[in-house]
C-alpha cells in the first residue's frame, strides 16, 4: 500500500459521539452513515433512528458553480472533437484558445459569485461565496501559469512577457488604486501616489508609470531635468518582441546597455534628491533588497519572481525557471514558514513537475472539476504521456471517472456525465452502464431521455432493464396497453407474452377486450412472442365476426388452433367460440374444417380427462364443462352433415 | 447566429413561453416564461428581454434576459401555457394542474388555483404531459390516457374523458374552439369533439408501419385542418384532418425525439422544430416565383393583411404549400438556428420576430432577429 500523502481530514457526525460504533456504505459520491447497536456486556443503548448522508462535493450544489459545470462541459465536447491527425503546429493555437475559454468561464463565475456575495445579506452565505471566490481565483491562477507554461511553452524572452501577463492579471489591484488616486482632487499628494507609480514599475506597465510621472514633474520645474531623466530611463527600457526580425541575442545586448546606463545613474547618484526616483531607478537596477522592502506592493512570491526576472534576467529559459522560483520563494518567505498548498502547487509548476501539480491540486480541492479539466487539456497536448498509474487505465481517464461520478450522484447534472464517460476509452462505458440504470424515473419523459442515451450506444441490457421499469410500472397501475408498448419497445419477448396472458384473463373475465386502439394496430410487432401473435390474431377474429365476415372469421379461428398459435389452456374457448359460427343458417365450416374442429376437440378433451380419470364427484365446474363437450359435439355432427350434403350436391 | 443571446440559469429548462402580446399594439415580445425539470426544487421563472423604450431592430445586444420573478414548482414542469396576459397554467409530473397569477405591479408570481392530483392512478402519481387553453377553458392530457377538462372560474373539473387512449397521450392541441387533437405513443392522432358525450374519438388518423410514437403537435395557425406532428425518432409530418388517415408529407428533421414543433404564429410559411439532438431547426417553405406568397393567391386575396388579426383567409397557395411540402424539390429550407449543442434543446416558442428556447445544458437561448 502506498504511503497517505496527508493526514485524512476528520468530519464530526453529530449525535454520534461519545464512543458510538458507527456502521458506513460506500455510495458513489457519498457515504451513508449509521450507528449499528454493538453490545460488549449486555448494556443495550439506545438506538439512534438516524441514518446520515456525508458529503464529499458540496459544490456541485452550489446554483452558480453549477454553470460552471454546464459551460465547462461545451467546452470539454469541443476539445475532445480536435482530430488527431492534425499536425501539432496547427493544434498549439487551438489548445490555448480553449484553455482560455476554460478560464473565461471561471472568470465568469467568479464574477458573478463576487457580486452575489455583496448583495447577499445572510452574512454566513456571503463568507461561503467568498471562500469559493478564492478557490476559484486559485484555480484560475495556477491553470493559467500552466497554459503559459506547458500548453503554451512559450520559449525564453516570450516567456517572460507571458509571465507579465500573468502577474498582471492576478494582481489588478493596482487599476483600482490608480483610479482612486487619479480620481482624488490633487492625485500628486494622495497618500497612495508613489505606492501606484512604484506598483506600475514592478509589473513592468513603464507607460503608465510614466504618465503617473507626468504629473509631479509639471509640478516640481526646479527637478524637472531628474524626471527628464527617469522618463529616458523608463521609455528606453527594450522589451523582447517575438513578432519582431529581433534575435533574442540582439535583444540581450541592447537590454544590457540599458542596464549599463541604469548603473551609471546609480553611480552617479542622479536621482539622490529624490528618494522615490531613486527606489525606482535601483528596482530598474534589479536590486534584490530593494525589491524585498517592497513586499507589500508585490504581496507574493511569485510577483517578486517575475518582478526580479524582468529587471535581472529578461532572457530566462523555461529550464532555468525552478531556480529563480526557487530561490524567490525562500527570499521572499524569510521566516520559516511552511509554504502553504498553493505556493508548492506553482513552485511544483515552475519545476515542470506536471503529476505534482495534478496530485497537489487533487489533495487541496475538493472538487475533481479542475484537476479532470486540466488533466485532459493537458493530455490532449500530449504532456501525460510517460506516467502510468498502478490501477485504473491512465490518469486522464481516472480523474474524469472521478468527476464525472460524482455528477452522476446530482440529480440534475448527471445529463453531463454521459459525455465525460464517452471519451473514456477504457472503463467510461463500464461506468455509465452502471450508472445509468440507477437514474430515477419519475416520467416517461425522462425514461426517453435515459433510453435515448442508452440505445445511442447500443446498450441493449440497459435498454430492456429500463423498458421494463415502465412496462412494470405501468402494468401496477392496470394500464396493460402503456406496458405493452415497452415491452415492444424494449422487444422484450417473455413480457410481451406476461401483458399478452393479462389481456386474454381480461377477456375471459370481462367478455371484451380493452385498449382497442394498440391491439387493433400491432402490426409486425404482433410477431415479438407467441402469445401476442394469437393476441393480435385473436382480436382480429373478433373483428371479422363483428363485421360478419363470417367465412374469413372461421378460417381464422381453425388455424389458430390447428397451426398451434393458440394455446392448448384456450382452446375450449376458441371452440365455443365457434359454436355461433356453426348454428349459422349457412354452412360455414366445411366438412373438411369439421373434421379438424372434431379432431382439435377429441385431442383436447382425451387430455383433459387423462389425469381426472380417478375423481368420484364431479364438482359443478366439470358438469359445465362436459355439457359444452356436449353441445359442441351435437353441433359439430349437425354441421359435418349439413356440409357433406352440400359439399356433395352438383351445382348444376 | 450572430444575434443569439446565451444565458445559463442553473436549472434544466423543460418548457419557455412567450406572453401573448395585445393584438391592439404593435408591441415586442418582452417577457417569456420558463419552467425546469429534474431538479430537486423546480420552479417557474418570467423574464424580461427589456425592449422596453428601445427604437432600433439593428442592435441585437440588448443584455442578457432579466429574471422579473420566480415561483417553486412541485413536480417538474411538463408544460407550461400563457392563459392571458397574466396567468400561467403548468402541467406538473405530480398530475397536478396548477394556475399562477403574474402581479405586474410588484413583480411577483402567487399561486392561484390548482387542481391536486388531476391525473393519477389509485396508487400513484401519473404525470399530466401536456396542457392547452383557449380561456377560461383547459384541457389537460396525461401519461394515465385522460383527457380533463376545467374552467379556470370552476373550482372542479368540468369533465373527464377517462380511457381516452391506452398509452400515453404526450401532446394536446385545439383544432377548432369545441374540437381537440391528441397525439400518443402508438402513432396515432386522435380528434375529439368535446360537444359529444361518450369517450371515443371522433377520427383516428395514424403513421403506418411502425407506430413511432408521436412526441408533439402544432396546428397551423390559419388554415385550421393542418396540422404538423413530430416523432420520436425525429420525423416531422404534416396532415391534413380532413382527408385520408395518413400523414401528407414526411420529413426526416432530427435524429432524436422532436420535442416540439411551431407555425410561426403570424406567418405560417414558417415552422421551428427543436429536439433531443440538440438542434433547433428553422423551417421556410420559399415561395417559387419568388413573390411573397400573399401575392401569389390570386386577385381576390391580394387585399388580405398579414397583420396578427388577419383572419382565417383562404390562401390557396399557402394551403398547397405545406401540404405538398416537397423537400425533394427544394421548395423547403431549413436552416439550424442554435451554434453546436449536444444537449437536448426541450422546448421553444417563437412571436414576433423572437424566439426562445431552452435546453438541458442548462441555457436559455433567445434570437430576437428572426428572418421572418
Known amino acids: ?652 | 447566429m450572430e444575434s443569439i443571446n446565451a444565458k445559463y440559469v442553473s436549472q434544466k429548462i423543460s418548457k419557455t413561453r412567450w406572453r401573448p402580446v395585445s393584438h391592439s399594439s404593435l408591441q415586442q415580445a418582452d417577457i417569456f416564461a420558463t419552467g425546469s425539470w429534474d431538479n430537486e426544487d423546480n420552479r417557474i421563472s418570467l423574464w424580461s428581454i427589456g425592449n422596453h423604450g428601445s427604437s432600433g431592430m439593428d442592435d441585437g445586444f440588448e443584455g442578457d434576459p432579466q429574471l422579473l420573478c420566480e415561483h417553486k414548482h412541485d413536480g417538474d414542469v411538463l408544460d407550461l401555457q400563457f392563459l392571458d396576459q397574466d396567468r400561467v397554467v403548468t402541467a406538473s409530473s405530480t398530475g397536478a394542474v396548477t394556475i399562477f397569477r403574474h402581479h405586474q405591479n410588484s413583480q411577483t408570481l402567487s399561486l392561484s388555483q390548482r387542481w391536486e392530483r388531476a391525473h393519477c392512478y389509485p396508487c400513484d402519481n401519473a404525470p399530466c404531459t401536456s396542457i392547452v387553453c383557449s380561456s377560461p377553458e383547459i384541457v389537460s392530457v396525461g401519461e394515465d390516457g385522460k383527457i380533463i377538462v376545467f374552467r379556470s372560474d370552476h373550482e372542479g373539473v368540468v369533465r373527464v374523458i377517462e380511457n381516452a387512449d391506452s398509452s400515453t397521450i404526450h401532446a394536446v392541441t385545439y383544432l377548432r374552439t369545441t374540437e381537440i387533437l391528441t397525439v400518443n405513443s402508438i402513432g396515432q392522432l386522435k380528434l375529439w369533439d368535446l360537444r359529444q358525450q361518450g369517450s371515443s374519438p371522433s377520427q383516428i388518423l395514424s403513421l403506418s408501419g411502425d407506430r413511432v410514437p408521436l412526441r408533439c403537435v402544432d396546428r397551423h395557425p390559419n388554415q385550421q385542418h393542418i396540422v404538423a406532428t413530430g416523432g420520436q425518432d425525429g420525423m416531422l409530418c404534416v396532415w391534413d384532418v380532413r382527408q385520408g388517415n395518413t400523414p401528407f408529407s414526411l420529413m426526416e428533421a432530427h435524429s432524436a425525439e422532436m420535442w416540439e414543433v411551431h407555425f410561426h404564429p403570424t406567418n405560417p410559411d414558417h415552422l421551428f422544430t427543436c429536439s433531443e439532438d440538440g438542434s433547433l431547426l428553422h423551417w421556410e417553405i420559399s415561395s417559387q416565383s419568388g413573390m411573397p406568397s400573399f401575392l401569389q393567391g390570386g386577385r381576390n386575396n391580394s387585399m388580405i393583411s398579414r397583420s396578427a388579426m388577419a383572419p382565417a383567409g383562404g390562401n390557396q397557395s399557402l394551403i398547397s404549400a405545406w401540404l405538398s411540402g416537397d423537400s425533394s424539390k427544394g421548395r423547403l429550407e431549413t436552416t439550424h438556428m442554435l451554434p453546436s449543442q449536444t444537449l437536448s434543446v426541450n422546448s421553444l416558442d417563437v412571436l414576433g420576430q423572437c424566439l426562445v428556447c431552452g435546453t438541458d445544458g442548462e441555457a436559455i437561448f433567445v434570437n430576437r432577429q428572426v428572418p421572418i
Open chain 1, 1 to 652: 500500500m502506498e504511503e497517505l500523502d496527508v493526514e485524512p481530514a476528520v468530519t464530526n457526525i453529530p449525535a454520534a459521539c461519545d464512543g458510538k460504533h458507527l456502521g458506513f456504505a460506500w455510495g458513489p459520491g457519498d457515504i451513508l452513515i449509521y450507528e449499528t447497536i454493538f453490545k460488549t456486556s449486555g448494556a443495550g443503548g439506545s438506538d439512534n433512528p438516524f441514518i446520515h448522508e456525508v458529503r464529499k462535493d458540496e459544490d456541485i450544489y452550489s446554483p452558480i458553480l453549477r454553470k460552471l459545470f454546464n459551460e465547462s462541459h461545451h467546452i470539454f465536447v469541443g476539445l475532445q472533437t480536435i482530430k488527431d491527425d492534425l499536425p501539432s503546429k496547427n493544434k498549439k493555437p487551438q489548445f490555448v484558445s480553449i484553455s482560455k475559454n476554460y478560464r473565461s468561464v471561471i472568470r465568469a463565475c467568479m464574477e458573478e459569485l463576487q457580486q452575489e456575495a455583496v448583495s447577499t445579506k445572510a452574512p454566513d452565505v456571503a463568507t461561503q461565496y467568498g471562500n469559493q471566490v478564492s478557490i476559484l481565483m486559485a484555480i484560475e491562477l495556477i491553470w493559467n501559469l500552466c497554459e503559459v507554461l506547458f500548453i503554451d511553452a512559450a520559449p525564453a524572452g516570450t516567456l517572460l512577457l507571458h509571465l507579465l501577463d500573468w502577474v498582471r492579471l492576478h494582481k489588478a489591484d493596482v487599476d483600482e488604486k490608480a483610479r482612486e488616486v487619479l480620481q482624488s482632487e490633487s492625485p500628486t499628494e494622495h497618500h497612495d501616489y508613489w505606492d501606484v507609480v512604484v506598483s506600475y514599475v514592478l509589473q513592468g506597465r513603464l507607460e503608465e508609470a510614466r504618465h503617473m510621472l507626468v504629473k509631479q514633474a509639471t509640478l516640481q520645474p526646479a527637478a524637472r531635468k531628474m524626471y527628464k531623466l527617469m522618463d529616458t530611463l523608463l521609455s528606453k527600457m527594450p522589451f523582447y518582441n517575438p513578432g519582431g526580425t529581433q534575435t533574442l541575442t540582439e535583444f540581450d545586448v541592447k537590454w544590457r546597455h540599458w542596464h549599463e546606463e541604469v548603473d551609471r545613474c546609480l553611480q552617479d547618484n542622479s536621482f539622490a534628491s529624490n528618494q522615490h526616483l531613486e527606489v525606482i531607478c535601483k528596482i530598474l537596477a534589479g536590486d534584490e533588497d530593494t525589491l524585498l522592502e517592497h513586499k507589500g506592493l508585490l504581496s507574493t512570491w511569485y510577483h517578486f519572481l517575475v518582478t526580479r526576472l524582468l529587471f535581472g534576467f529578461p532572457t530566462v529559459k523555461p529550464t532555468e525557471l525552478h531556480y529563480y522560483a526557487q530561490s524567490c520563494l525562500t527570499l521572499f518567505l524569510d521566516s520559516p514558514r511552511v509554504p502553504e498548498p498553493l505556493d508548492s502547487i506553482l513552485l511544483a509548476a515552475f519545476e515542470f513537475d506536471l503529476h505534482q501539480v495534478i496530485k497537489d491540486c487533487s489533495i487541496a480541492l475538493n472538487n475533481w472539476w479542475f484537476v479532470a479539466h486540466l488533466t485532459d487539456l493537458l493530455d490532449h497536448c500530449k504532456l501525460l504521456q510517460s506516467h502510468n498509474l498502478h490501477f485504473g487505465s491512465n490518469l486522464r481517464e481516472f480523474l474524469l471517472l472521478e468527476y464525472a461520478s460524482g455528477l452522476f450522484t446530482h440529480h440534475s447534472l448527471w445529463q453531463l456525465a454521459v459525455d465525460y464517460f464517452d471519451h473514456c476509452p477504457e472503463f467510461g462505458r463500464v461506468y455509465l452502464e452502471l450508472h445509468i440504470e440507477r437514474v430515477p424515473l419519475e416520467t416517461e419523459r425522462k425514461a426517453l431521455k435515459v433510453l435515448r442515451i442508452c440505445e445511442k450506444r447500443q446498450m441493449s441490457e440497459q435498454v430492456r432493464s429500463i423498458c421494463k421499469i415502465m412496462g412494470m410500472r405501468s402494468l401496477r397501475n392496470n394500464r396493460l396497453g402503456s406496458a405493452l408498448s415497452w415491452s415492444i419497445r424494449a422487444k422484450d419477448a417473455a413480457f410481451a407474452t406476461l401483458i399478452s396472458e393479462r389481456f386474454l384473463e381480461d377477456y375471459c373475465a370481462r367478455g371484451t377486450f380493452s385498449d382497442l386502439d394498440l391491439l387493433d394496430n400491432l402490426g409486425p410487432a404482433m410477431l415479438l412472442s407467441d402469445r401476442l401473435t394469437f393476441l393480435g390474431k385473436y382480436r382480429e377474429f373478433h373483428k371479422l365476426y363483428g363485421e360478419k365476415r363470417f367465412s374469413e372469421a372461421a378460417k381464422l379461428l381453425l388455424s389458430l388452433m390447428t397451426a398451434k398459435i393458440a394455446p392448448r389452456s384456450f382452446w375450449m374457448t376458441l371452440l365455443t367460440d365457434a359454436l355461433p359460427l356453426l348454428e349459422q343458417e349457412g354452412v360455414i365450416f366445411s366438412a373438411d374444417q369439421t373434421y379438424e374442429l372434431m379432431f382439435c376437440l377429441e385431442e383436447l378433451t382425451s387430455s383433459l380427462n387423462t389425469p381426472a380419470g380417478g375423481t368420484d364427484k364431479p364438482t359443478q365446474d366439470e358438469d359445465i364443462e362436459v355439457t359444452k363437450v356436449e353441445l359442441l359435439r351435437l353441433a359439430l355432427a349437425r354441421n359435418l352433415a349439413r356440409a357433406i350434403i352440400r359439399e356433395g350436391t352438383v351445382k348444376s
